[in-house]
């Protein structure tokens, strides 16, 4: 019993990071490429917006066995971020082309 508690730990962590780490390259890349010429994405507010969108939107994946609130959460933390990496990318000319 204890090992599949165990295993379910593992598998809750690595959607969790695995949510994290997609999250802010997809939100990154998304402003780097597609938003570049849009000013509203210099805002202060565009990365709590988009954080709070993609937490709204991650909030039912939350009924899935391994998906935890927290996941939700962290999604939409690591979305923001990754808006504020790539305005900050823009701010200062660092705008190429990312590899997919």
Same mark, same amino acid.
């Given at each position: 019993?204890?090992?599949?508690?165990?295993?379910?730990?593992?598998?809750?962590?690595? /959607?969790?990071?695995?949510?994290?780490?997609?999250?802010?390259?997809?939100?990154?890349?998304?402003?780097?490429?597609?938003?570049?010429?849009?000013?509203?994405?210099?805002?202060?507010?565009?990365?709590?917006? /988009?954080? /709070?969108?993609?937490?709204?939107? /991650?909030?039912?994946?939350?009924?899935?066995?391994?998906?935890?609130?927290?996941?939700?959460?962290?999604?939409?933390?690591?979305?923001?971020?990754?808006?504020?990496?790539?305005?900050?990318?823009?701010?200062?000319?660092?705008?190429?082309?990312?590899?997919?």
């Amino acid at each position: 019993m204890v090992m599949l508690e165990t295993l379910g730990a593992i598998l809750r962590l690595a /959607a969790l990071t695995s949510a994290a780490i997609v999250g802010f390259a997809v939100a990154r890349n998304f402003v780097r490429r597609r938003l570049r010429f849009v000013d509203a994405v210099q805002s202060p507010l565009a990365p709590i917006i /988009a954080g /709070a969108g993609a937490l709204l939107l /991650a909030m039912p994946a939350t009924l899935l066995p391994f998906v935890s609130g927290w996941t939700a959460w962290v999604f939409g933390i690591a979305v923001g971020a990754g808006t504020a990496s790539g305005a900050r990318d823009l701010r200062r000319g660092e705008w190429r082309e990312l590899p997919r």
